[in-house]
């Protein structure tokens, strides 16, 4: 089993910046591919950003040059800062991790963005 812990999330001023953090443990697959998705209020979770245990990155259009995602494979973390936060990054924020054909889910951390 692999458990995912998330952290970072708060409450943002309009073009503020923020990092989320998320610590992975268990029986983690060499090879996998780790990410943020989230989930803003009646919509559907969606994929913000993704890394490779090799580094290559995936992006949303939506978060292109504002987001970025970077991983340290020894301490089995990955991280998503944010800038220019604007009040639709508003979301629960998800951390996942796929390796040989399984998928976890950590319980998520809320950004919000409000003044």
């Known amino acids: 089993q692999v458990q995912l812990v998330e952290s970072g999330g708060e409450l943002v001023q309009p073009g503020g910046s923020l990092r989320l953090s998320c610590a992975a443990s268990?029986?983690?697959?060499?090879?996998?591919?780790m990410g943020w998705y989230r989930q803003s209020p009646g919509k559907q979770r969606e994929l913000v950003a993704t890394i490779t245990s090799s580094g290559g990155t995936n992006y949303a259009g939506s978060v292109k040059g504002r987001f970025t995602i970077s991983r340290e494979n020894a301490k089995n973390t990955v991280a998503l800062q944010i800038t220019g936060l604007k009040p639709e990054d508003t979301a629960v924020y998800y951390c996942?991790?796929?390796?040989?054909?399984?998928?976890?889910w950590g319980k998520g951390t809320l950004v919000t963005v409000s003044s």
């Open positions: 996942n991790l796929r390796s040989y054909g399984m998928a976890y």
């Open positions: 268990g029986s983690i697959g060499r090879i996998n591919v």
